[in-house]
Structure formats: C-alpha cells, structure tokens
C-alpha cells in the first residue's frame, strides 16, 4: 500500500516509491513517487463498482426458505460490512514535498510533481492541457501561462500545485500556509480557479507564486531522472 491511513484520513507522501533508485536528485525524487502515489489511491475500488450485489431471495413454497434467506442476508451483510471498513477513506491529505518549515517550499519536489502530473514531460501547449484535464469548455488552464507563450511548463504548472496547499488551509490564498500538503478542498479550490470567469484572479495568484518563488529559475536546474 502507497498510502497510511490515520483516523479517516488517507495519508500520501513520496519518501518511498516508484522512483527509488531511479531518480537522482532527492527533492525530484519526492515530488514524483508522491504523485504515483496519489494516482495509485485514486486507483482504489469504487464502492458502487465493487460491492456484492444483494442476494435473491426464495419466495416460494420450500418451507425451509425462510432460514435460508435469513442466512443469504447475513452472509451478505456481513462480507460488504468488512469490505466497506476495507476501503480507504475518501478523505486524504497528500504531500507532495519533504517536510519544510512552514511557509517554504522544496522547488525541486514541486517540480518533480508538476513533472508526473504533466505525463512526464516538461511542458505542453494550453490547448492540449485543456484537453486532459478541463472538465468541459467553461475551464481553461490559460492563466498558468505566466509567460504567454501559448504553453505551460512545468514551473507554470508547480505555481498550481503550491496554490493548492495555500487553498487547502484557507478560502484565500497565504503563503504562510504553506505546508507541503494539499487536501480535496486545495484540489476543489484549484480547480474553480481554472473556471474561465476567474482567469483574471487565477492569472495574478500564479504569476506572483511563480515570481516569490523563482520557479523559472529553479526549472534550468531540473533533471527528470
């Protein structure tokens, strides 16, 4: 299992993973075992995919029917009650970089998860971005072009990643929030802002964690593998 869980909370992180002994840099290394990490907990059964259906029931004249289905309902209670406690929860907190003092970030952890969410590459047209990831026409990943050359790399990508930790503390983006972790509401919150009514907001929010945190510098530097 790639992931511990504590309380009802699943919890993901990238100290072991994948990537062991085939990525170099630690902080790259991190980033990317986090991301298949989380990848293989959204990969977890569905309980509507994979919950026993309920019996059938006999409703005729064996007088032994009565017994029989009393046995068929607790047999099945009883394996859906132990593969629902089976489950992982569906609340989980993922951290995608080593732990930091608050309000600092491992540049080459983010990158490294930007990397593996990006499909292992290190930029892509907007366009192409919209068509893996924007639920339908009304979102755009456009305001991550922090340089406006028609493609997101994956420094323009990480300034996301880094929004959705300060958005999963908080309804409004502070970089003292900043822990290395990011919840449902930092996803959620994430994606609202690649609604095209928000760009404006969005554009502003990762031009300036893009800038505070020199994620361009910090690209020139990266190696994948």
């Given at each position: 299992?790639?992931?511990?869980?504590?309380?009802?909370?699943?919890?993901?992180?990238g100290s072991?993973?994948?990537?062991?002994?085939?990525?170099?840099?630690?902080s790259v290394r991190y980033g990317r075992n986090a991301v298949e990490n989380y990848y293989t907990y959204l990969e977890q059964p569905i309980i509507a995919d994979t919950m026993n259906t309920a019996p059938i029931l006999d409703f005729g004249l064996d007088p032994n029917a009565p017994q029989k289905n009393a046995d068929k309902l607790?047999?099945?209670?009883?394996?859906?009650?132990?593969?629902?406690?089976?489950l992982p929860p569906l609340e989980f907190?993922?951290?995608y970089m080593p732990v930091m003092p608050k309000g600092q970030v491992d540049r080459g952890a983010v990158l490294g998860a930007a990397y593996e969410e990006m499909g292992g590459v290190k930029e892509l047209g907007v366009k192409e971005l919209d068509s893996r990831f924007a639920p339908d026409e009304s979102f755009t990943s456009e305001a991550l072009?922090?340089?406006?050359?028609?493609?997101?790399?994956?420094?323009?990508?990480g300034s996301s990643i880094i929004a959705a930790d300060m958005l999963s503390k908080s309804d409004t983006p502070?970089?003292?929030?900043?822990?290395?972790?990011?919840?449902?509401?930092g996803f959620d919150a994430v994606l609202a802002y690649t609604q095209k009514s928000k760009a404006a907001a969005?554009?502003?929010l990762y031009s300036s964690i893009y800038n505070t945190y020199n994620l361009g510098e910090a690209q020139k530097d990266f190696q994948a593998e």
């Amino acid at each position: 299992m790639t992931f511990e869980i504590a309380g009802n909370v699943a919890k993901i992180e990238g100290s072991q993973g994948k990537y062991d002994n085939k990525v170099t840099n630690p902080s790259v290394r991190y980033g990317r075992n986090a991301v298949e990490n989380y990848y293989t907990y959204l990969e977890q059964p569905i309980i509507a995919d994979t919950m026993n259906t309920a019996p059938i029931l006999d409703f005729g004249l064996d007088p032994n029917a009565p017994q029989k289905n009393a046995d068929k309902l607790e047999k099945f209670l009883k394996e859906n009650d132990e593969y629902l406690k089976a489950l992982p929860p569906l609340e989980f907190e993922y951290r995608y970089m080593p732990v930091m003092p608050k309000g600092q970030v491992d540049r080459g952890a983010v990158l490294g998860a930007a990397y593996e969410e990006m499909g292992g590459v290190k930029e892509l047209g907007v366009k192409e971005l919209d068509s893996r990831f924007a639920p339908d026409e009304s979102f755009t990943s456009e305001a991550l072009d922090v340089n406006k050359d028609g493609k997101i790399d994956i420094a323009e990508y990480g300034s996301s990643i880094i929004a959705a930790d300060m958005l999963s503390k908080s309804d409004t983006p502070n970089p003292a929030n900043i822990d290395g972790t990011i919840n449902k509401k930092g996803f959620d919150a994430v994606l609202a802002y690649t609604q095209k009514s928000k760009a404006a907001a969005a554009a502003k929010l990762y031009s300036s964690i893009y800038n505070t945190y020199n994620l361009g510098e910090a690209q020139k530097d990266f190696q994948a593998e």
